[in-house]
């Protein structure tokens, strides 16, 4: 059968109709989506007759935009208001808690005094204790509990740092997915079995880790910073560990440590999300009740001040890293703030700093050179860190002496200071803006004994600070004569460089992950 011909009156037909309702919807998409701007006040309006000629562009008849002037920038940015909440529970766990009832989720997060400063006479035990939680439990080994977790739509998280050591759960909070996901937490938590085949599998990544470390200028240097920063002292092992430590690692010297540190005495329950106080109660009972009983831990001590001196790590490469510092202040130093905002100024904000600015921009001495504050429990390093050509190590060090001296000596401008403040104030919003960001600030609150509106008050400090107060501040804590500076490259080019170790390098350096300390 022949098919059927439409006659061609028939097309232009069904071509006009097509045509004609299209416009129809495009003037009614018009209408609808983008309504005429109100109407402008006299002193924006353009009468046409003075309209200078006919093809004036209908941009120019338009009101002025000017909502960005009615910006107050010297205005600190609103503020989310916060309610937070903490109580200890019976067994001896102290709860920080805000309800956000947003979203159906609850974020919590375990933290423990169980980092790398703990390891004792086996680094590596804290990490390794850490990283073999989710590995086994009772009638579950690690691809049973990801999928327990899979199948609920949480998430579990877990990390080792120098000071502490961190598990985390994401879950909503329907009462089908909650409690499951708890129960599921709880015993990943409080009873792991650290299964041998899975503490085999993670002790040889570990050993496949240091090996990949031999070929990363950028981690020797760390190492060895953290080495000549804090001799004799716990921040100054690596928290990886070594082969010969890692060789001596059992699960029940991981079940020992279990059950001296993951205790409830030990712990942090920090939680957020849409559950209410008497939910948090309970959640944060079940979880305190399941762990092991035992005391917080004792406080770290505080390191023995640092011989200054210059040490170098022979690598065969075409330029040089830098990491120079010294003792810088723990968590609750009062100085913190201005410290904090100093080293902003100084190198801890990128494009803008003055290193930068001096290193970069000026000289062209590097790609990029930052300055950081570590707070942590007993004080953390001060450092800075850049890499140049091995030629131009000498020069580098000079600028950044001088810089450093500078800034001591004379403080931040009164420009610096209100950029800085307004860039810090403008950013601050994020770290409230979700509930996985309130949450790992309530940890930090809770670990480090702070303030429960901590947070407020860091805010209220970097308002009224003065360029005064940042001198001053850095005057008390910054001494350039008290330095550790360590480089990583070729034979040094400089006087009294003594190579502290000799590396060789292959063809393809690997950049380690960087272990850094919860922000503040």
Known sequence: MSARTIPLSRWLLAVGLLVLVMGLLLFKSRDTLAPAPPAPTP?????????????????????????????????????????????????????????????????????????????????????????????????????????????????????????????????????????????????????????????????????????????????LGSEAFWAGLYPQHPYGSLPTGQADSLALLTPDTLETFHQQYYTAGNAVIALVGNIDRQQAERIASRLSSALPTGPAAAPIAEPDPMEPRHEHVVFDSQQTHIMLGQLGISRHDPDYAALYVGNQILGGSGFGSRLMEQIRETRGLSYSVNSSLIPMEAPGPFQIGMQTRNDQVELALEVIAATLSEFIAEGPTEAELVRSKRQIMGQFPLSTASNDAIVSQLGAIGFYGLPLNHMQLFLDQVEKLTVEDIRAAFQRHVHPDRQLIVTVGPEPVLEEVEAVDEVEPTDNPIEPEQMVEPAP
């Open 43 to 219: 002193e924006q309006s353009v009468p046409v007759a003075e309209a200078e000629t006919p093809g004036e562009s209908a941009a120019e008849t338009l009101p002025a935009l000017d909502s960005l002037q009615q910006v107050d920038l010297d205005k600190a940015p609103a503020r989310r208001s916060l309610d937070l909440q903490h109580w200890t529970t019976d067994e001896g766990a102290r709860v920080y808690f805000m309800q956000a009832a947003e979203l159906p989720m609850l974020d919590l997060q375990l933290l423990f005094a169980a980092g790398a400063s703990r390891d004792g006479n086996l680094p590596g035990l804290a990490l390794v204790t850490n990283g073999m939680l989710n590995e086994g439990i009772e009638g579950m080994d690690s691809g049973a509990i990801a999928a327990g977790f899979e199948r609920l739509g949480a998430q579990f998280s877990n990390s080792s740092h120098r000071d502490m050591a961190l598990a985390s759960l994401r879950t909503l909070t329907a009462s089908e997915k909650l409690q499951p996901a708890l129960d599921l937490f709880t015993r990943v938590v409080t009873r792991p079995t650290f299964p041998q085949d899975a503490l085999e599998r993670l002790r040889n990544q570990l050993l496949a880790s240091l090996q990949m470390r031999l070929q990363s200028p950028a981690a």
